[in-house]
């Protein structure tokens, strides 16, 4: 797993080079935010023990397998001493729930652990604030660190070469589109993650990009089209 510096408080995890989870360094211990797939739970919590902290939270951007796969292994790993919490309505889909009409796109496996927390808009999380950004999943969710602005905007966009959309179909990254439910509410929430002017967009798929607002200006013209 490679380990990146985004800021003082934020780290970025990458697996197989193409999914990205984060630790976000508070004052007692560390929020993982997403857990990438199955089978990084001892690599996540020795990268944590390497950023200076415990795992003292987890919190997810929605419910897909490549964000939660390593989640019942973590809780297992790290027991009462964790706090879990996921998105409202992805929580509501992974206990069984149907919560919209139709079939769901991207993989949603089984997973045991239930949050003991489910996420909504304006929720505090340390100091990420949560932005609801539903579409690419009903519940999906950002976080905003009200400390320096960064994002962390899941995946409504990914970067790889340049900032993309998960609404529509990019070359470079295709799964997202084709994983994403409703593309309309994803394309609303690219625009209102760009209101928030942030000074880092950090996603799921794909490099930090720093003072984002033209590449995710553009990125919303060419989902636009
Ligand atoms: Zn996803």
Redesign the pocket.
């Known amino acids: 797993m490679k380990s990146t510096r985004i800021t003082e408080n934020v780290t970025q995890l990458t697996r197989a080079h193409f999914v990205n989870a984060y630790l976000v360094r508070e004052v007692d211990g560390l929020t993982l935010v997403d857990t990438t797939m199955r089978g990084a739970a001892e690599t996540l919590v020795a990268a944590a023990s390497e950023a200076g902290g415990p795992i003292t939270r987890i919190a997810l951007t ?1 419910g ?1 397998g ?2 939660v796969g390593s989640l019942d292994a973590l809780a297992e790993k790290l027991g009462d001493s964790v706090e879990v919490l996921m998105p409202e309505l992805d929580a509501r889909i992974h206990a069984g729930e149907k919560v919209v009409e139709g079939k769901l796109p ?1 993989s949603w496996p089984e997973v045991r652990t239930r949050p003991g927390v489910r996420l909504t808009s304006g929720d505090r999380v340390g100091s990420l604030e949560v932005i609801a950004s539903p579409g ?2 009903p519940g999906h969710v950002s976080f905003l660190d009200t400390r320096d602005r960064v994002l962390i905007a899941g ?1 409504v966009y990914t970067t790889y070469g340049k900032a993309a959309v998960t609404s529509h179909f990019y070359v470079r990254f295709p799964f ?1 589109a084709m ?1 994403t439910w409703d593309k309309q509410k994803d394309l609303e929430s690219a625009r209102a993650l760009r209101a928030l002017d942030p000074a880092v967009l950090v996603v ?1 798929h794909g490099p930090a990009i720093r003072a984002p607002a033209a590449a995710m200006d553009e990125a919303i013209a060419r989902a636009n089209r």
């Open positions: 929605h897909h490549d964000h991207g690419h999943t995946d997202a994983a799921g």
